[in-house]
């Protein structure tokens, strides 16, 4: 079996990559003519279609919010903000939606996922897409971390919220043909330096709806959006805790993200899911570095310690858990505190979310 193994190990790799060459050509007509065949019978009119959209109230989730208003569609907008979804709930009726409702919940939680769904059966009778957008990210490196409470806060919305709200909504996908639309990452395939815990919720995530595919049989579609960097909240000190509580640099406290890469990553997804794209990718040539990954691991390893201090002296972005003060961050220079309502405990099996300041300040957060 060994010897076996070798010789499977020897002569696999470079005939694939020979099988490969000679079928591009036609991999790549074939994958044109699908794309042809999906434009041409697109589901682009989603006038009176019903569309859940989480993690609303900001960022990507906001921006879908607002394309698929564009098409007319019926929107029922989740969040923890109430107060955000309001604004936004407005801006899509003006955009040409349909009926737009509003509720606050958080997609963690079963039975608040049950509730935003049984609302909209009550009120609309369908639901046609549900668009997963809530995600949370970081930058710490792992070994730094002494306080781990934030590690399942990471796991759970990066994976159970977006698997619960499946969950609760395909068997209304089902009746419908309807679609599930996640939100990924790069990092899910591409591992990044201070993304460890994020990059391994995207992965099983992404290996979850993948499974899911299969399960469901072209019954319900699933489109995976993955993208690499992009403008959000996550790059302007605005982050995001337990049960609405905001914590952010108070002289960034009123500014508005926004930004082409966003916009654009949610025209993209928008426009992916109404063909029955299978995916959607955000910068595409992203995808060179699978190439690197498979056939030369080294060359990223490389490349990634180039991102390291020549020193070793690691300065990290985010202090997480690290049980570093901020004056170490402001260098005693009093960088304006951060404010946030007192959390309470959201999570069943859970610690209170009452972070400090600097826990607080590394929540960086890409949802809502």
């Known amino acids: 079996m060994d010897f076996f193994n070798f010789l499977l190990n020897l002569f696999v790799p470079p005939l694939s990559l020979i099988a490969l060459a000679f079928s591009w050509p036609a991999l790549c007509f074939l994958n044109a003519c699908e794309w042809l065949y999906n434009y041409i019978y697109a589901e682009d009119i989603m006038d009176s279609k019903v569309v859940i959209i989480t993690g609303a109230s900001s960022?990507?989730?906001?921006?879908?919010?607002?394309?698929?208003?564009?098409?007319?569609?019926?929107?029922?907008?989740?969040?923890?903000?109430?107060?955000?979804?309001?604004?936004?709930?407005?801006?899509?009726?003006?955009?040409?939606?349909?009926?737009?409702?509003?509720?606050?919940?958080?997609?963690?939680?079963?039975?608040?996922c049950k509730r935003f769904v049984n609302e909209t059966i009550n009120v609309f009778g369908r639901v046609d897409h549900l668009v997963n957008t809530v995600s949370l990210g970081h930058t710490f490196y792992f070994e730094e971390v002494t306080d781990t409470s934030v590690f399942p806060v990471l796991l759970d919305i990066n994976f159970w919220g977006n698997v619960y709200p499946t969950l609760?909504?395909?068997?209304?996908?089902?009746?419908?043909?309807?679609?599930?639309?996640?939100?990924?990452?790069v990092e899910s395939w591409l591992p990044l330096p201070r993304m460890s815990l994020f990059g391994a919720a995207k992965a099983a995530l992404i290996n979850f709806y993948e499974t899911l595919r299969f399960e469901l049989k072209e019954e319900v579609g699933v489109t995976i959006a993955t993208h690499g960097w992009i403008g959000s909240e996550m790059t302007r000190g605005k982050f995001m805790l337990e049960e609405g509580a905001d914590m952010q640099w108070k002289e960034e406290r009123e500014i508005h993200v926004s930004g082409g890469a966003v916009e654009e990553f949610a025209r993209l997804i928008v426009s992916g899911a109404c063909r029955g794209d299978s995916y959607v990718k955000f910068p595409s040539w992203y995808d060179v570095f699978l190439l690197y990954r498979v056939f030369a691991p080294n060359v990223l390893n490389w490349a990634f310690q180039l991102l390291i201090s020549p020193q070793g002296t690691r300065r990290t972005s985010s202090y997480l858990g690290t049980g570093r003060s901020?004056?170490?961050?402001?260098?005693?220079?009093?960088?304006?505190?951060?404010?946030?309502?007192?959390?309470?405990?959201g999570h069943t099996g859970m610690v209170p979310h009452t972070f400090s300041g600097q826990l607080g300040h590394q929540m960086q957060q890409k949802m809502d």
């Not at 394309?67 to 009726?93: C, K, P, Q, S, T």
């Not at 609760?168 to 990452?185: C, E, F, K, T």
Request: glycine content about 10%; aromatic content about 2%.
């Open 59 to 112: 960022g990507i989730g906001e921006q879908i919010a607002y394309e698929y208003a564009i098409r007319r569609a019926n929107l029922m907008l989740v969040a923890r903000r109430e107060h955000r979804l309001r604004g936004i709930a407005e801006n899509a009726r003006r955009m040409g939606a349909k009926h737009v409702m509003i509720m606050a919940a958080d997609v963690v939680k079963e039975d608040d």
């Open 168 to 185: 609760v909504a395909l068997p209304h996908l089902h009746q419908s043909n309807g679609r599930v639309i996640i939100n990924a990452s």
């Open 326 to 345: 901020l004056d170490n961050v402001t260098g005693g220079m009093g960088k304006p505190m951060l404010e946030g309502n007192s959390p309470s405990n």
